[in-house]
């Protein structure tokens, strides 16, 4: 499918790389750049993507069909589209996946990667096309749970190696010990426990999934988990080029459809501070 947005984006970005090359301003000719990352994909006509492929919502094959999909997935195509080029899925398990993309064998990571202060200084990272805050999950007749000050003497149920146990106890909730988050919505549910602390994500997708309307959001934390394609460090050209197709696929409401279609709302923008 020819994309009509894709001629100019490339356009432009021919331009610049153009402009890369003019006299500075003491009349040398300045070098080339030797960031290649978007003119190989550009060359290749394909751009490569490191994602699980087993990590539903965002990367995981539907049943039935068995094919390729996931938020995550979605947004690739998405951008993929928008600069002009076709895309293949690498399937990688999430140990190898960095080391996949350090080695070359693909250019970009779309698999709900974090973006924090460690990878940062590793790898090239896209603006975030996921937002995610802290949630406090209620039974929907709690009236008493409106923040994480009123945690305090109540009992959360978390799991114990996660960091939401931390946030609960520092909050001064009694911890109930579970598994994971299928067993602490059924505690809140049933009544057993008072509330629980997880994502927003895997929340908003339990709702997908289940059709549940007896869990509601109580508070949400002021942290909020950014995501993002993560690229080879020094990928500058095509992480710009992929700015740019995010940014557009934003403004004409496709990041929108794509989040409604899998969480119910939008989660690729901010939430309002």
């Known amino acids: ?60 094959h539907a049943d039935g069909s068995g094919d390729l999909t996931g938020y995550d997935v979605e947004v690739a195509r998405a951008v993929a589209e928008q600069l002009g080029v076709d ?44 937002y995610s805050p802290g949630v406090i999950v209620v039974a929907d007749d709690t009236a008493d749970i409106t923040s994480f000050e009123d945690l305090a003497g109540k009992t959360t149920a978390q799991s114990l190696t996660s960091n939401w146990y ?9 911890i109930e010990a579970i598994e994971g988050w299928a067993q602490a919505a059924t505690l809140v549910e049933q009544g057993r426990v008072d509330a629980t602390i997880n994502d927003k994500l895997t929340f ?38 992929v700015n740019g197709a995010l940014a557009e696929l934003s403004a004409n409401g496709t990041l929108a459809k794509i989040s409604v279609e899998f969480f119910g709302e939008d989660v690729s923008v901010a939430p309002a501070s």
């Open 204 to 241: 908003l997708d339990y709702q997908q999934q289940t059709g549940s309307t007896g869990l509601v959001i109580a508070a949400e934390t002021v942290d909020v988990s950014r995501s993002a394609f993560a690229l080879a460090s020094g990928s500058d050209a095509l992480a710009r080029a």
């Open 1 to 60: 499918m020819t994309n009509r947005f894709a001629a100019p984006v490339l356009l432009v970005l021919a331009a610049l790389a153009l402009t890369a090359c003019a006299s500075d301003a003491d009349g040398s000719v300045a070098q080339p750049s030797t960031d290649q990352s978007l003119a190989g994909v550009q060359e290749a006509g394909v751009l490569v993507i490191g994602t699980e492929g087993t990590y539903r919502p965002f990367s995981y």
């Open 166 to 174: 931390a946030l609960a106890e520092a909050s001064g909730a009694n």
């Open 87 to 130: 895309i293949r899925f690498e399937e990688t398990q999430w140990d190898a996946i960095f080391a996949g993309l350090e080695a070359g064998r693909f250019d970009v990571i779309a698999n709900q990667v974090s973006i924090t202060t460690e990878r940062e200084q590793a790898y090239t990272f896209s603006e975030p096309y996921t």
